[in-house]
């Protein structure tokens, strides 16, 4: 006996929702909007986690296109998946990006991003002020593959980086809020030096996140994140994304690799994709899929939803950074305050700048007692958690020296602006005046 089973008829509705497709809509609408049609997952509201290692592939026609590229799907999760793909569009409108990438995590971004851009021989430009994990990739992993990273004697002279740029940059790369001294760089002179040179300028821009500021807005080609941080906000969740802003020249003579990846795709990916967003096509042929830096679509969907609060989050974090950094600046112990959103830090003015809506919520203070005093505060707080980890809704504090920047000599720490006597704080969104009492309190017993 055989069955026949007859499809069940529906009605077609067709709906008006536009949203996801509207890169003219605010920053908080398209926080929750963007990149994702409901109508193309089954009308689920919530983007879905597509929990499967890879897809069918349709017929012999189909898997061929797959494959070359001349059509856009999924087909190996290690490739793209349907969860982080709404992820990638959704930064790329927030950020003003012509297209992104997700990955394991924020250093699997940066150190893609780099093997992206040079080979051996090839040489990066960077400044002294970075996450301590960024400087040891430059100083210590990438020579062994034959990439250099050259830093800069002073990130706050243009004519600083013009000695140490050369043939063989390829790249300069720069923080958008240092980590920890909360330095600023003037952006749109640094961009505009590298464009003389044929060269991007890639920003790691973590600390500020695309609602308090766009690189591309101001000449960067490429950023950078830790959405570990502040995208996803909650501290449960490891993803790096780079993004790239579009039209860079990457056939300007500078880049044969991707010269070769032009000649192999154009005609299958075409020219004018190529074109517009040649480094994120090549970052996931040669190195996402290939290295295996994929990230897991439990973990994209976790940084879509702390994502549709990002806006909210930091205007709470920027207005609490602001006050706790004024307490501390009135201390006794304390013996300074690194942070831009202050009158007295050198660096107010760009803060002004690309700042408008604040500097962040990271600051660093350097206290009278050293790191005898250090180490008392670490012992005596008692809401602010001793984590290395930033961007949290929740308040972190941690001793940068023997942490982020474990392993590096004093004169490198210290050119970051890191000594024995400093601390880094990440303030969260608690109530502002639970977390001056507690910093209040534990400084209050420093006795040296």
Not at 164 to 183: D, F, R
Request: proline letters at 3%; a negative charge.
């Amino acid at each position: 006996m055989s069955y026949k089973i007859t499809p069940v008829e529906r009605k077609v509705v067709s709906v008006s929702y536009e949203a996801y497709n509207n890169n003219q809509l605010g920053f908080t609408t398209r926080q929750l909007h963007a990149g994702y049609n409901p109508a193309e997952h089954y009308k689920s509201k919530a983007v879905p986690i597509y929990q499967t290692a890879a897809f069918e592939l349709g017929d012999f026609d189909r898997c061929t296109r797959l494959f070359n590229y001349s059509e856009e799907g999924h087909s190996y999760v290690r490739f793209s998946n349907p969860t982080n793909t709404v992820l990638e569009k959704r930064i790329a409108s927030l950020e003003g990006g012509a297209e992104a990438i997700a990955l394991g995590s924020g250093m699997a971004a940066i150190s893609n991003t780099f093997l992206n851009i040079a080979v051996a021989g090839d040489e990066i430009v960077a400044v002294s002020t970075l996450y301590g994990g960024s400087t040891t990739l430059l100083r210590s992993i990438l020579p062994d593959y034959g990439i250099i990273g050259r830093f800069v004697e002073d990130e706050n002279d243009i004519e600083s980086y013009k000695k140490v740029i050369n043939q063989k940059t390829k790249a300069i790369y720069i923080e958008s809020l240092g980590n920890p001294g909360m330095n600023i760089i003037d952006i749109e002179a640094v961009a505009n030096l590298a464009h003389e040179h044929g060269i991007p300028l890639i920003i790691d821009n973590t600390f500020a996140t695309p609602y308090l500021l766009r690189p591309f807005d101001f000449g960067a080609d490429i950023v950078c994140y830790s959405a570990t941080k502040y995208l996803a906000g909650h501290g449960t969740t490891i993803v790096g994304i780079v993004v790239e802003k579009g039209g860079f020249n990457w056939l300007n003579g500078k880049f044969p690799q991707f010269e070769k990846f032009y000649e192999e795709y154009k005609d299958t990916i075409g020219k004018d994709t190529l074109d517009e967003t040649m480094f994120t096509k090549r970052l996931r042929i040669r190195y996402l899929t290939d290295f295996g830096s994929h990230l897991s679509p439990n973990s994209a969907f976790n940084v879509l939803q702390g994502m549709e609060t990002l806006s909210l989050r930091m205007r709470q974090h920027t207005a609490n950074a602001k006050a706790v950094a004024e307490f501390l600046e009135s201390h006794p112990e304390v013996l300074s305050v690194s942070y831009p959103g202050l009158e007295s830090s050198k660096y107010h003015e760009l803060a002004l700048k690309y700042f408008p809506k604040g500097p962040g919520a990271i600051l660093s203070i350097r206290l009278k007692g050293g790191l005898v005093a250090a180490k008392k505060v670490l012992e005596e707080v008692k809401l602010f958690d001793y984590m290395v980890n930033v961007g949290d809704a929740k308040s972190l504090i941690v001793h940068s020296a023997t942490s982020t920047h474990f392993g590096q000599n004093r004169e490198e720490r210290e050119k970051a602006g890191v000594y024995d006597d400093t601390l880094r704080l990440s303030v969260g969104i608690e109530d502002v005046e639970d977390l001056i009492a507690d910093l209040k309190q534990a400084l209050d017993k420093i006795m040296y």
